[in-house]
């Protein structure tokens, strides 16, 4: 995990990116747990990865948001440019535009929020593919993580009915259909709000085309019983995928909260959401 001050954002943008040395540089915080955010000036927006797990976002996005944003029914990031390593940082780094709007919540949770996502999935995955990067390995790939962290959690939550949950994903049948675009983390902790609705999708880390199941963890992070059950019919959703979507929001859930929740309450509660949320189906 990167130190990442004030102080040495200032001077990776001083000496790269001249042009903006004199505008304002502020911390944005709380940030996520992938990328240190400040706000440059009144335009802009500087990320910089705090792990290794999150140092491809920055040409990721800068090559892939461009194309793709014209045509999706929400708001993305528009990156500017992507940074060098330096003075000892040693990842790339992104500027995009500053975007306007309010952290989404749980009190966004409705059949019309719902439907809107529904919307902007069903937009995402009508794109073409050439070209698109493969994104993530799979529910296969997560086994032993995630039930080590069954393990883990197993003081905090049913692990019979985790094992379980978790069993019935593995053993749903694969996507067998053309690869579709995928955001690859969409949560409610990468949506953003204006008066009250969705207004933007952020944080594009994961973004991918595959398999569309690991967007269904909007469902379990966002939505309760109702909204769930219209945005599952929105996108008509059938049972092996749903099935997917399900291991997705449980290993998400379950991974984050044994790395955080001891330590942030924020991520405690909604990972707790999150992972009981996917056990009420």
Known sequence: MQNISTD????LVDTQFPEWAGLPLSLVDPAGSDHVIHRLGPELSVRLPRHEGAIGQAAKEFEWLPKLAPHLPLAVPVPVAVG????????HWAVARWMDGEPATTALDSVATAETLAGFLHALQALPVDGAPTGNDGLAGRDPSTRAAITQA???FDAVAMTRLWDEALAAPGWERPPVWFHGDFHTGNLLTTAGRVSAVIDFGGLGAGDPAVDLMMAFTLMSARSRAAFREALGVDDPTWARGRGWAL????IAYTAYAATDPHIAAVTTRQITQALDR
């Open 84 to 91: 060098e390593p330096g003075f000892g940082y040693p990842w």
């Open 154 to 156: 197993a003081d905090a």
């Open 8 to 11: 040495l954002v200032r001077r």
């Open 251 to 254: 290993s998400a859930g379950l």
